[in-house]
Every structure is written in C-alpha cells, then in structure tokens.
C-alpha cells in the first residue's frame, strides 16, 4: 500500500465527517445560506494568500529542479484561483476590494495560515508537503463528492466545478505522488510526523468550513 493510501485510510473519519457538515451538504444541494458562502469566500481569500507563501517557501526547500517547479506553479495556481473564481464570487455578494482589505482572516484561518507557515519554515520537506496535501486532497474529493448530485442551477455551480474538475484533479496528483516518494526516502520517525502533519491539515480543513457555517469571528 503506497504511503498517501495509509495516511488517508487513517484520517478517513475526518473526511467523512468533512462531507457529512451542514456547510458541503447544503452547498452541494444550494441551499447554503448567500451569508454563509459570503464569509466562507472572504476567509478562503485569506487563506490562498497564506497558502500560496506556505507553498513558495516549500518551493524553496524542495529537492529536485523538478519539484520546486511544481510547488512555484501551485503557489501562483492558488493566487489564479483568487483573482479568478474569488473576484465572481465577490462581484456576485459585493465584497469590494476595500471591504476586503477590511476583514480580518478569522481565528481559524488565521491558525491554519500560521500552521502552514510554521511547518513550511521549520519541519523537515517531507513534513511541509504532507501539511500542504490536505487542502489538494480533502477539496478534489469533496468536490466531486459534491459533483455528482449538483444540479447546473446551484448557485455555487462554479465553485464545484473549479475542484471537481481535471485540471485540479492533475495538481492533487502531483502532490499526491511527490508525498510517496518523499515517504519512500524518509526514516519510520519522518513517516510518522508526515502522518501527524496530513491529520492536522485535515482536521483544520473541517474547522475552516464549520467556522465558515457559523460565520465566527474574533470575540474581540
């Protein structure tokens, strides 16, 4: 069984509970409240910045010509998605760019941001990219979760299709294969923090959405 099977097969409760939130089932059928996607967009706005350096500092810790250019385009691919499916989204609920520039990243994003950054500045390479494999992974997979009993009317159609479809599905493979061969070369105790670092990720990436749901915000 390749690493990246064993690692998901160990935090597969987390991904069903991920599906199973109100937050994916009501935006798969459209009914997900138009305050909820609102704040859910502004946060992932936020998060992409952070995700994309997570991403450029992982380029530059890389080992191979090979995979520092794979992790480069996947930190300006994230800043693609935020000028491209973000800036609909944001004409559609009228977030301007002032109104944006005025929110600040909500607790939860704010602790995976950090998350992200921290292991990408201090962990081993093979850790950094296992941090970085649950925002691929767990979104390829709730998207065509979500797919495949979305009708063309949902309201939040374009979203789906971004991470339902083939160009994604290509990226989240990439990463995929280069944690197998990153686990390949690693000794038993950097296997086990690659794990411990792929459950974090996941287990934020089910904080994001809740919080998004709730609409929190800083109690102060």
């Known amino acids: 069984m390749a690493f990246s099977d064993t690692i998901w097969n160990k935090t597969s409760d987390v991904y069903r509970e991920i599906v199973a939130m109100p937050f994916n089932k009501e935006l798969g059928e459209g009914t997900l409240s138009p305050a909820a996607f609102r704040h859910y967009i502004v946060q992932d706005a936020h998060y992409l910045e952070g995700f994309s350096r997570a991403l450029a500092l992982a380029a530059a810790r890389a080992r191979t010509a090979d995979q520092i250019a794979m992790l480069a385009n996947s930190a300006a691919g994230a800043i693609q998605v935020e000028r491209g499916l973000h800036a609909n989204y944001f004409k559609m609920f009228g977030v301007s760019a002032a109104a944006f520039a005025a929110i600040k990243p909500s607790p939860v994003c704010d602790h995976y941001v950090s998350f992200l950054v921290r292991v990408a500045a201090t962990e081993d390479f093979p850790v950094v990219v296992s941090a970085l494999l649950p925002c691929f992974?767990?979104?390829?997979?709730?998207?065509?979760?979500?797919?495949?009993?979305?009708?063309?009317?949902?309201?939040?159609?374009?979203?789906?299709?971004?991470?339902?479809?083939?160009?994604?599905?290509?990226?989240?493979?990439?990463?995929?294969?280069?944690?197998?061969?990153?686990?390949?070369?690693?000794?038993?105790?950097?296997?086990?923090?690659?794990?411990?670092?792929?459950?974090?990720?996941?287990?934020?990436?089910?904080?994001?959405?809740?919080?998004?749901?709730?609409?929190?915000?800083?109690?102060?």
């Open 137 to 220: 992974w767990i979104y390829m997979e709730v998207g065509k979760h979500i797919h495949r009993s979305s009708s063309c009317q949902n309201p939040y159609r374009a979203w789906i299709d971004a991470y339902a479809g083939a160009e994604f599905e290509t990226a989240v493979r990439r990463m995929i294969a280069l944690v197998d061969v990153l686990a390949n070369s690693s000794s038993a105790s950097t296997r086990a923090k690659m794990q411990s670092a792929f459950r974090h990720g996941s287990m934020l990436e089910w904080m994001f959405w809740d919080s998004a749901y709730h609409q929190r915000e800083w109690p102060l």
